[in-house]
Every structure is written in C-alpha cells, then in structure tokens.
C-alpha cells in the first residue's frame, strides 16, 4: 500500500536524520584513519559533532547583509535536495526518500545549486580571499563536471533511463550487473571526478588551509557555519549514496549501504594521503585531459 | 539586537577621515550573559574540547606553535586545530613580543574573533617585555590591551610547555572562569586608552567588529 504524504515526509526526515549523522562520522573517523597514516593519533570521530556544537553555541555574530545569510540556507538546501532525490536503499520504504518524484537531471542540478548559493553568499561577506576561494572552487567545478556528466550521460543511455530507482533495479542480481563491470571507464571517470568534488587531495586548493584562510566560507562564523559544517555531512552522504545507485549497484539494506559508501569515500583518503595538490590551472587541465577522454570513450562503449 | 546595545553611546571613530566614517560600524562592544545553568556547563564542554587556534605568529614564540601539528605532539587527539580566519577561530595565541605596529594587528584581529573568545600568550616577553623589556617600539604587558586567559612563561616555551597550557585553558573554560570577551566589554575604555597611548597612527574604527 502506498504511505501518505505525511508518512512519506516523516520517513524523509528519519531518513535525512540517519544520513546527517553517518556522514558526521565518516569525516570524523577518514579524518582519524588520515591521522593514522600520518603516524598521529588523531581527533576523536565525534570531533565533528563537538566543533558544531562549539560553532552553534557561539554569543554573537556578524552579518553582511540579506544574500550572506541564505548562502548557507543554499548550500543546505542543496544537500538536502541532493539527497531527497535518491533512493539511499533500494525497496526500503523508510530510505526511498522522494525518488520517484525526480530523476538524475534533477539530482544534478542540486549538487552545482549549493554551491552556486554559496558563491553568492560568500561574494555578500566581503573578503577577498572569499572570492578567491570562489572563483577557484567554481573554475574547478567546471572542469570536473565534464568528466562526471560524461559518465552520467553514458549510464543514462545504458540504462535508457535518467530514474535512478530503475538504475538501481537493472543493477541487481551480482557484481556482472553492476556498472562497475559493464561499463568500468565510465566509473573511472566519476570516481576522478568525484576526487575533485569532495575537495581533497590533490584537489584541496579551493579550502586551501594555511595560504587562503579556509577559502569561500572565511567569513562564515557562529551559528552560519554550524549550518555548514551539518551540510558538509549530508553533503557528503548524498553524493556517496548517489555513486552507490549509479556505479556500484545500489544497496538493499542498511549495512550494505555502509559498506559501500565508507569505500567510495576511502578512496579520496587512499588518493589524497599519496598525492600532493594541484594549483588551479593544473586540476582544469587535468579534468579536461584524461578524464574528459575517458568519459568520451564510456559514452562510445554505451552507444555501440 | 537587544536594547542594551542602544544604550551604549556610539564611538567617534575619530581615527578615520570623515568621509569614511558610514562605512564603519560605531556600536561598543557589549556583554553578553552566558547560558542557564547546565546549558552552559555542556556549552563550555564543547568550546573546550573544540579550540580552534588563531596564530599570531610575528614574535619568536610562534616556531614553538608549528610543532603541535606534527605526529610527535599532535594537537588534534586534544581537539585542538588551527583555524587561520579570526571569524571561525576561538583561541588566539599570540606568538612571543608584540611591537607596536603588530599590536595594531593584534587589536584588530581579536575584535574580529566571535565570543567567547580565548587568549594564550606565549612566552616570556608577553608577560614583562622579556628580553625586550627596554625596547622602544615593544610593548611589555599584552593584558593591558587585551585580556589574557593562560600565559606560558618561558623563552621559549617548549612544545610540551604550550600543550600543559592549553589543557590549563581548557580547565579554565570549562570553569566557567573563560569571560575575556565580556571583560573587554566592562573594560572596554581603559582597554582603547591604553592601545591608543602606545598606537600613535591609530588610522581604524575604535571598534573593528
């Protein structure tokens, strides 16, 4: 039987609430695991929970204006639309979200809308090196959006559908079904696009630690980067359960859903702790080089 | 915000040449009153197990703050990390002697900070000068420009000596006992004399919120 809106709208929160708190812990524990191979010891993995706190708790803030406040309620609401729109497990009813109500076209959009939000908002503080962070986050982001649409539009004309439920359903039944096997160079492609996207190693320029202080968000403070930091979390969550559905053939339950994402998002820490970073100039010319053919060639594959 | 910001009378912003004056806030800071009860102790657990660290690093001291970083010290297992932007910082350290022309810099960069704020000085000269105690353009005292929560003595103080001084400040905020950002708001005249007696181009608002 079909659940009510209400209920509908109950299970997205539970399931917004899950998916807040696991993407928490996977920064917290990568961060730990990234710790290890330092030979440190590292923060605790609930240190994300604390610093949100922290930010939250803060007495006062500043503000620069209408646009400065809704660039973080932009970049929350990208998240949150990212993930609303895809099924976190496939035929639960609990973890569908709203995925029959938009396709990948639609999940797209949300991904680039945050951050587009946040260009503003951040261009409203007034910092210069906000809008260095900007200009910088967005020349990338349009360089590794061409290799990750590339691989979007060849497993759209593979499964000859843009609904991610179906994907996931053509995907069932063992590893030879998943997109992995059938058409790996258009994995290839979004996974090196999906380094780019999470902004670590060697794509860590646009937050830039130490030279640029913390890039676009530097004059987000208090209860504003508290917002950030939740967005960071769902953020990361949707985007992994996103390359789950499409490449590694979705998940049927809770467990196997964390397994697969804690090892697509292992793989930012496996490349980042091994690879120093890249100027601007040299990530675009990278996303346009070898991704970008890659990606080319995993359209061709799907076609023929 | 409330009304007790209204009550303040607002600052002359004199420093800055007329035309420049709409541009600049002109609000005193105010003070601001903590949580209720176990709101505020939880709050002060989680400022405490969350410093993030402002280095003012233009004195000598500021070759000891690197290390902490590093695998041998490692500042991150205490929930300690840098954060070079004094908006999303908590804690500002200010690295060894302070002249004239840094402590303008100083100023600015903690009135910036969001409260509760936090202020480690390290090392010998930001207590009494230190060996620059008859230099002509240091100051000698930091507390007397802005407040101080933990002072490491020593020169310099070694990794292990800041450590000891950040779990000290972490007992401290944890007390209750951290209020330098309401401080400077009760003080806030004697705190603007003094800066103004030692910083003769004072050429920024009386207040950089």
Redesign the interface.
Known sequence: MEPSVLLRIGYAAISLFVITNYGLLLIGSM?RIS?KV???????VW?PY??I???S??????GHGLMFYLGPVFRLAGGIGTYMFIPAVFGSVVFRNFSDSGDLLLVMYFIFFGQLGMALGAGEGGHP?SAIGVSRGLAQMTAFEVPFALSVIAVAIQYGTLDITSIVAAQQGGFAHWTLATNPLAVIAAIIAFLGMSGHNPFSVVIA??EI??GP??????NL?GMLQTNRAVFNGAKLVLYMNLFFGGATNIPVMVIKTFLIYFINIFVGQAFPRFRTDQSIRFFLGVPTLIGIASVLIAIL | MSDKKNTLAPLANEGLPPEERGFFCDAAPREYAPAQGVLEDFYNWARSQSLWVLGFGTGCGAIELRPLMTSRFDMYRYGIQPRPTPRQSSVFVIGGYASVKTLKRIVRSYEQMMGPKFVVALGSCTINGGMYWDSYNTIKRIDQYIPVDVYIAGCMPRPEALLSGFLELKRIIREGAAEGQNEYARNFDWYKANQKNVIKDWNMPDYNW
């Not at chain 1, 330092?38 to 605790?44: F, T």
């Open positions: 961060a710790a330092q030979g440190r010891v590292g923060q605790p240190q604390i610093d706190i922290k930010s708790a803060k007495r006062n803030s500043v090196y630690p130490q202080p913390i968000p530097t004059e987000y403070q208090s980067l």
